[in-house]
């Protein structure tokens, strides 16, 4: 396999031809759609076809030089007053292309050409045929299942394979990013062309090689949170787990590999056995698969306003997203906000700790704790208007901003206005995440505050204001008892009352704000590993979290504050009404080996998960490397290369990731052993 310098290779041809393409056609549609053809005409491609089947290797070799950088083509405004707010409350707006999941049926069903003659105008004709072009390098190049794939319909098990796997890869090169692009219901779409090989003789064996290369190819290009959803069930609840699902998963245990993402779709009438397939320990020890709650999911999509046809579409994109497949785009990253100023300001004269240009009229005093929050409230209410305005302008002026259009990419989300772009009303779902950080930092303070200044009447506001602004500087005393009070992730009614109840408020908060511009916006408890370093650029908290220490992290609890196992940790998520976050959230679990050594032990993990859904729950994520090979990888990591982690809602090698996060991931680990 040569090696493959795909990023380095794009941005060389982009760098090339963009100024001739931009200087003679004046259609901004057209002009991404001609730049994206000839990139696919002279990109470098390669690979063995007596070694390997599937074609999808491209880039430059290791040896090229790498090219000038380019001069970004996003204005570079000063940083004004939004930035600074931003910056000071850990806040954030943008536009997150490439988190998507294409119409896959479609292009195996019908094959490029059919659809570059129904498309609705000449850029996404020159788009699709220009991938239909590029598969013909391949095929030239001795690849013979390129000679029909993606062109036509597929017909094969392995044509399937090929047409797949380059409508994926290429999607990178029209988003100009390669993060998180899912493929959807595999099992369900794949099913047939899977089915018909075997009814035409092929071989167990034959299918499972062709689907472990496939897996194999899918590590070459772009991150790790790939989704491959298996499972599920239909409308009426019907069991859709199939032989291909279990081929999968048997696949995926021998290869270890971090791609795809697994999302295992489990649902009432989902059979153990089918479920012990996916609860084995070559798999949790590689952070696979993630697990959701179908009924749940379901549910969480009809309330956001999914029509009853999309709903068998549904899938789990990228690393926690709900969405319809082939009809959304799903801006996972649009804002961010930290729920933590809000509090602040209620307790400090209507500002946050941190100056920042924003502020409500707050009492000098309150009765209860009631009071306190509807302030903090009214404060969050107004920064959350900010920013969700903020996100729809930069939206509607995306390419006046240095966003691109993607003419192949809208060729396949459809299901809105013809021919539009997928930023711009092309699909017929537009949603943006808001992402929710240190929510239950916010209540566990909310709940410390109750029971000391309110309750006990042992402290005051001001005293817990003042300690949290100086870091706890001298005030360790106080600090130790914000920490003694009851805290999320333990089953503690108290402590879940008030992190539902705020996650309740700012999730109808959100959509009561929600600006027209035709976006959606949805609650999201989705960190990732991006907990750590928005903590580490913030001031200490009033629930006794120090300065520059992580924010909790998804839905789970501040780390070290749960001991109450995994029963506790179920009870705390699933007393928030995820069904209110159609943004997401995952609840986070290290399994020591105890729990999943035995069948005995993985028996009681699968009646603890299907509890968690019975709950309410919509995803559990698994962590279960060894702690001691994590620790020894710090120190010699050359000779853990493939030691693989789950770090929020994706699988990568722990070696990769930087200290910080290394660090934090073993502290975390540790305590929840």
Excluded at 41 to 63: H, K, N
Excluded at 460 to 482: D, M, P, V, Y
Excluded at 503 to 513: D, F, K, S, Y
Aim: proline share 5%.
């Amino acid at each position: 396999m040569m090696n493959s310098n795909y990023e380095q290779a794009i941005a060389r041809l982009r760098a090339l031809h963009a100024p001739a393409v931009c200087s003679g056609e004046p259609d901004i549609n057209l002009r991404e759609a001609e730049l994206f053809r000839r990139i696919l005409a002279e990109i470098p491609i390669g690979g063995d076809p007596r070694r390997s089947r599937l074609a999808g290797i491209f880039g430059d070799s290791e040896d090229s030089p790498a090219p000038e950088p380019a001069a970004s083509s996003a204005a570079q405004a000063p940083a004004n007053r939004f930035d600074e707010l931003c910056r000071n409350l850990q806040c954030s707006c943008s536009i997150s292309v490439n988190h998507t999941t294409l119409d896959y049926a479609s292009v195996l069903e019908h094959g490029l050409l059919a659809l570059a003659e129904e498309a609705p105008n000449q850029a996404q004709r020159t788009a699709l045929l220009a991938v239909a072009e590029f598969a013909e390098r391949y095929a030239r190049l001795g690849f013979g299942l390129c000679r029909r794939s993606p062109a036509y319909p597929a017909e094969t098990f392995a044509e399937a394979l090929q047409s797949i796997l380059l409508v994926q890869a290429v999607t990178g090169i029209a988003e100009y990013g390669f993060a998180s692009i899912s493929l959807g219901r595999f099992d369900q779409y794949c099913y047939r062309y899977f089915e018909n090989d075997r009814n035409r003789g092929v071989s167990e064996e034959e299918l499972a090689a062709a689907l472990r290369e496939f897996m194999q190819m899918l590590n070459i290009h772009g991150d790790y949170a790939k989704a491959l959803n298996i499972g599920g069930c239909d409308g009426a609840g019907n069991d859709q787990f199939n032989d291909l699902s279990r081929l999968i998963l048997r696949v995926a245990a021998e290869l270890r590999l971090p791609a795809p993402l697994l999302a295992v779709r489990c649902h009432a009438g989902t059979r153990d056995e089918d479920l012990a397939l996916a609860t084995r320990p070559e798999l949790f020890t590689i952070g696979q698969p993630t697990f959701y709650g179908e009924e749940n999911c379901r549910e969480t999509l009809r309330k956001r306003g999914v029509l009853p046809d999309d709903l068998e579409n549904w899938c789990v994109n990228s690393c926690m997203g709900l969405m319809i497949a082939g009809r959304e785009f799903s801006d996972m990253w649009a804002v961010v906000c930290n729920c933590l100023p809000g509090l602040e300001a209620a307790m400090n004269g209507g500002a946050p700790f941190r100056p920042c240009g924003l502020s409500i009229g707050a009492p000098s005093q309150y009765g209860n704790i009631d009071e306190l929050m509807e302030t903090m409230l009214s404060y969050d209410r107004k920064l959350l208007r900010l920013l969700l305005e903020y996100h729809s302008r930069l939206n509607a002026e995306a390419f006046e901003r240095g966003y691109h259009p993607s003419p192949f990419t809208s060729s396949l989300l459809r299901g809105g206005t013809p021919g539009a772009d997928r930023l711009h009303g092309g699909p017929r779902y537009h949603t943006a995440n808001v992402d929710l950080f240190a929510l239950i930092n916010t209540a566990d303070a909310l709940t410390a505050i109750d029971e000391l200044v309110f309750r006990r009447k042992s402290r005051t506001l001001a005293e817990i204001a003042a300690a949290a602004r100086s870091n706890f500087e001298g005030q360790e005393k106080l600090r130790q008892e914000l920490l003694a009070c009851p805290k999320f992730g333990n089953g503690n009614r108290t402590a879940d009352a008030f992190a539902a109840k705020l996650a309740g408020r700012i999730a109808r908060m959100i959509r009561e704000e929600n600006p027209d511009g035709g976006i959606y916006y949805m609650p999201s408890f989705h960190t990732l590993n991006v907990h750590v370093g928005r903590g580490a650029n913030y001031p200490a908290s009033c629930d006794g979290r120090r300065a520059g220490e992580p924010f909790s992290k998804n839905i789970g609890p501040m780390a070290g504050r749960n001991h109450e196992g995994i029963s506790g940790l179920i009870r705390s998520a699933a007393a928030i009404g995820q069904t209110d976050f159609p943004g997401g959230q995952a609840l986070d679990i290290y399994c020591d080996s105890a729990l999943y050594r035995t069948e005995e032990a993985r028996k009681k993990f699968r009646a603890a998960l299907r509890t968690y859904f019975k709950l309410g729950g919509l995803q559990l994520q698994v962590n279960a490397v060894s702690i001691g090979e994590l620790e020894k990888a710090l120190e010699k990591p050359e000779l853990y290369r493939d030691l693989t982690v789950r770090i929020g809602g994706y699988s990568t090698r722990f070696t990769s990731l930087p200290p910080k996060f290394q660090h934090e991931m073993i502290e975390r680990f540790k305590h929840n052993a």
